[in-house]
């Protein structure tokens, strides 16, 4: 196949994408986050109950200021495990909770772009509101403020300084 046709499939398929979510306010492509269940490629995903509780969970605890890993730790504690019955891991933690899909919004070009290509409302519901999801960011960008390590220990060195 000449580099000429691939870049051409290349941007048709990614015009195809921008349709899809444009017009018809579904997902582009991909995977369909946890607390959603695919029906077709024509019908908007659907809430699963169980994974969405699960969710709220996760950002209460969040915004209760426990990190990642100990939101893992409570998680496995009171039973709740992933889709693979494997314990949370923490970047899927992260990524649940920076994830724009839970309020029903697409953002096309998010991963590789500190700004997305383009961004529009979904068809389906959202699994958390608009507030929640701000105080989420919020949170985050003031947990990135603190730095690698935990400012509220009393050693200097905690999170920076490793013994061997």
């Known amino acids: ?15 195809g994408r921008k349709d899809r979510a444009l017009k018809r306010a579904l997902p582009a ?21 169980e994974e969405a509780e699960i969710l709220h969970k996760i950002a209460q605890l969040f915004l209760s200021h426990l990190g990642y890993k100990q939101i893992s730790l409570e998680l496995e504690k009171i039973g709740h495990k992933d ?5 949370f891991a923490t ?23 500190p700004i ?3 961004t ?21 960008a003031r947990r990135q403020s603190l730095g690698p390590r935990n400012r509220s220990s009393p050693h200097i060195f905690s999170g920076l300084a490793f013994c061997y």
Do not use: C
């Open 116 to 118: 997305p290509l383009f």
């Open 91 to 113: 970047s899927s933690l992260r990524n649940y909770l920076r994830n724009p899909f839970y309020i029903a919004r697409i953002e096309y070009g998010r991963d590789t772009r």
């Open 1 to 15: 196949m000449s580099e000429i046709e691939v870049l051409r499939m290349t941007r048709r398929l990614g015009q």
């Open 29 to 49: 492509s991909g995977r369909i986050p946890y607390g959603y269940k695919h029906i077709s490629r024509e019908v908007a995903p659907e809430i699963i109950p």
């Open 120 to 140: 529009s409302q979904g068809s389906w519901t959202p699994i958390f509101d608009l507030k929640t999801y701000s105080a989420i960011l919020s949170e985050s």
């Open 83 to 87: 889709r693979n019955g494997k314990p």
